[in-house]
């Protein structure tokens, strides 16, 4: 599948509102759905949002609750789907994790988010993930990551390294930080010379503004599309020959020298 469809959910998500920001995602599923995409991406906790100090009240495991939820609409709309949402790691411990669900609604793949953002309080009521996931799709190796990932350019070379041609990545990236979020987003595109797609949220919750931005970004760090800072749809076909193309044309991961990188 060297074209991949794929749709940007950019939405303001309600803080507690799982009910309303589902009613939202089941609008753009269809809407994705009759775009023909392949794949609808949304961003990070969009079933609850920042409402952490509440996490034990939402959290499930990845097959029940809202991934259900999630998978219900997958596969009523013959969808692959990716968000992250509040999961139940083990007892007393919640996790911010994305779920990467096929058309039938069955779990691909799974990911904790590992670094935890101490400006929105991750670290007072979550557990970090201790693993990346790398999902094997029908368009290729996947890799998925979450909003504060992005300042880790490890993980991303960890999933070019595993053979990783896309990674998708939701988020919650706020104001005033926009000009970090477009250089970082195109500089892991570049380096690992791999499809970026990253949905961001838009709206304002506790004071705090999201400027949305959600886009994709080629493996040569050009973008595909861009959406804005208002609530949106973005549907677009993705060219993922480009990757092997690109990786042959400037042999980046032959020339590397393991060796100088380990501190000691």
């Known amino acids: 599948m060297a074209q991949l469809v794929i749709s940007l959910g ?51 495991a990845v097959t029940d609750g809202i991934f259900a939820e999630m998978a219900n609409l997958a596969k009523a709309y013959g969808i692959h789907l990716v968000g992250s949402c509040l999961s139940l790691l083990g007892e007393g411990e919640y996790g911010n994790t994305a779920v990467l669900l096929d058309p039938d609604g069955e779990l691909m793949g799974a990911y904790s988010k590992v670094h935890l953002f101490q400006l929105m309080d991750e670290h007072k009521y979550l ?4 693993c990346r996931s790398l999902v094997s799709a029908p368009w290729g190796k996947s890799g998925l990551a979450i909003c504060y990932d992005l300042r880790f350019p490890e993980l991303f070379r960890a999933y070019a390294l595993d053979g990783a041609n896309i990674v998708f990545l939701p988020a919650e990236w706020p104001y005033p930080r926009l000009a970090h979020w477009q250089t970082l987003l195109r500089a892991r595109a570049i380096e690992n010379q791999m499809v970026v797609v990253a949905c961001n949220r838009v709206g304002t919750t ?14 040569w760090g050009e973008i595909v599309v861009e959406a804005g800072d208002t609530p949106a749809l973005l549907t677009v076909a993705v060219d993922l020959a480009k990757v092997a193309e690109i990786r042959a044309q400037i042999p980046v991961f032959a020339d590397r020298n393991p060796a100088v ?3 000691e």
């Open 10 to 60: 950019q939405m303001d998500v309600v803080l507690g509102k799982p009910e309303v920001n589902l009613a939202q995602v089941q609008r753009l599923a269809a809407e994705a759905s009759r775009q023909g995409a392949d794949v609808l991406v949304l961003p990070e906790l969009w079933s609850t949002g920042y409402d952490l100090d509440r996490a034990s009240d939402y959290a499930t």
């Open 127 to 130: 557990t970090p993930g201790n």
């Open 206 to 219: 506790d004071g705090t503004s999201f400027f949305g931005h959600s886009c994709i970004i080629d493996p």
């Open 261 to 263: 990188y380990v501190s």
